[in-house]
């Protein structure tokens, strides 16, 4: 169980691979002992992220997931499970790929709706079921400032983003009883994979900075966080913007 520090004794990390997700193993482990369960495809980068946290002082298994199949997703989370309760599970999959293919071309819109939403909803309810009869546990979500107010530039990743944070902030909600809590992720750009040549908007982060926030707001039992802060109050009058007006502002 998470200690009295806020320490998780066990990290589930779907989408093992995430450059977000692994800066976040690693600040955990710069404070005790972890065991890591890294739920990803089979592959080098898979390999790769397991000898990082076990020579970072973590105790790695694997386990395949593949977030475009949830009919697999069960079976992926009985097999996290079997070892033992986990205190802390990271949703961090995803894809984005490139905008404007994403609402030209029917099969690259399908994917980002399948994995970035289906996807997220599927392990999310197979995960409350499971943290449900567990009696503990938090999870934390990867979402994005590009749900909050959806944009010309992006609007199909953007529309996805959009649907997972409301899932799980209303996940959050129907766990609260049951001793569970979601913690609902909104950075805004982050210097990873996903967005690897990618022009950088005001206020990137690494996913060390987002790491070290995402932490404390886990062992705070934060409901939504903004990473960096200052983008809750960038987006809150973006909000307001009259929608012809945010049309010219958000290509």
Not at 100 to 123: C, D
């Amino acid at each position: 169980m998470i200690n009295a520090t806020g320490l998780p004794q066990s990290l589930l990390l779907l989408g093992g691979t995430s450059d977000i997700a692994l800066a976040i193993a690693e600040r955990y482990l710069a404070a005790g002992p972890l065991r890591v369960i890294l739920a990803a495809r089979p592959s080098e980068r898979r390999d790769a992220a397991g000898n990082r946290l076990h020579n970072a002082g973590a105790e790695v298994s694997t386990v395949d997931f593949d977030a475009a199949d949830p009919t697999s997703h069960p079976g992926t989370l009985d097999t996290a499970f079997a070892a033992g309760d986990i205190d802390v599970t990271v949703v961090a999959f995803g894809v984005q790929g490139d905008d404007e293919q994403a609402w030209q071309h029917h099969g690259t819109a399908v994917e980002l709706a399948r994995v970035n939403y289906t996807g997220a909803v599927s392990v999310g309810v197979a995960l409350a079921q499971r943290l449900k009869h567990q009696g503990h546990g938090a999870i934390a979500v990867l979402s994005s400032v590009a749900g909050e107010r959806v944009r010309r530039s992006n609007f199909v990743y953007g529309s996805t983003k959009a649907g997972t944070d409301g899932f799980y902030l209303g996940l959050g909600t129907a766990l609260r009883p049951y001793g569970v809590h979601v913690t609902v992720l909104r950075p805004g750009h982050v210097y990873t994979k996903l967005t690897a040549g990618k022009r950088a908007a005001p206020f990137a982060r690494t996913p060390e900075q987002v790491a070290d926030t995402a932490v404390s707001a886990i062992a705070r039992g934060r409901e939504l966080v903004w990473i960096p802060p200052i983008l809750r109050y960038v987006m809150s009058v973006l909000r307001h913007v009259p929608r012809p007006l945010f049309r010219r502002l958000a290509t």
